[in-house]
């Protein structure tokens, strides 16, 4: 199986900082990279998809970069709304994988 | 305004099966892939099984020996089925389905707890 290690597990920011997340996978995986949001008590949901690509309706301020097996997560500008858990997921290879987590508070 | 409304029993004993359905609202039921993905109490997220449109099915080889998934698209319905579970199969379970845009657009059921317990 590809693992998928997200660092850092936790961080804690303010309304308005930047904020970055990295997932680095195992083994190359191209750019077949997701990235998902979710909430307390709710079901994760897409951001990201192909390492960069938002999602239909996802708001700018959310962005991907990375290929290979070094990829990151970045929030613009926090707002109170993406206080939340991070997660990356790997689909190029069966069976899919998601990172830890990384679970973003508000410092 | 695509839903997904899954139910299922949600207290188990050791040995029995677990079987959650998952009925897709407002779209239609082709072109698209089916998952169910689960999360343990505090921890992160685990694919279990996926089904593509084509009836092509893959499965986590750390669970296949135990899952079963089905389609029923006249009922536009699908389902899981996880047999002789036990205390680490209590988790959130999730279905879930991806369309095959260049973006892919997903969308998610609302979770049901199942708990594992003598």
């Known amino acids: 199986d590809i693992q998928m290690t997200q660092s850092p597990s936790s961080l804690s920011a303010s309304v308005g900082d930047r904020v970055t997340i990295t997932c680095r996978a195992s083994q190359g995986i191209s750019n077949d990279l997701a990235w998902f949001q979710q909430k307390p008590g709710k079901a994760p949901q897409a951001l990201i998809y192909h390492a960069s690509s938002l999602r239909s309706g996802v708001p700018s301020k959310f962005s991907g970069s990375g290929s290979g097996t070094d990829f990151t997560l970045t929030i613009s500008s926090l707002q109170p709304e993406d206080f939340a858990t991070y997660y990356c997921q790997q689909y190029n290879t069966y069976p899919l994988t998601f990172g830890g987590g990384t679970k973003v508070e508000l410092k | 305004q695509v839903q997904l409304q899954q139910w299922g029993a949600g207290l188990l004993k050791p040995s029995e099966t677990l079987s959650l359905t998952c009925t897709v609202y407002?779209?239609?039921?082709?072109?698209?892939?089916w998952s169910w993905v689960r999360q343990s109490p505090g921890k992160g997220l685990e694919w279990i099984v996926e089904i593509s449109h084509s009836g092509s099915t893959r499965y986590n080889p750390s669970l296949q020996s135990r899952v079963t998934i089905s389609l029923d698209t006249s009922k536009t319905q699908f389902s899981l089925w996880l047999s002789s579970v036990t205390a680490a199969d209590t988790a959130v379970y999730y279905c879930?389905?991806?369309?095959?845009?260049?973006?892919?657009?997903?969308?998610w059921g609302q979770g049901t707890l199942v708990t594992v317990s003598s």
């Open positions: 879930a389905m991806v369309d095959t845009a260049m973006v892919p657009n997903d969308y």
């Open positions: 407002g779209r239609s039921f082709s072109g698209f892939y």
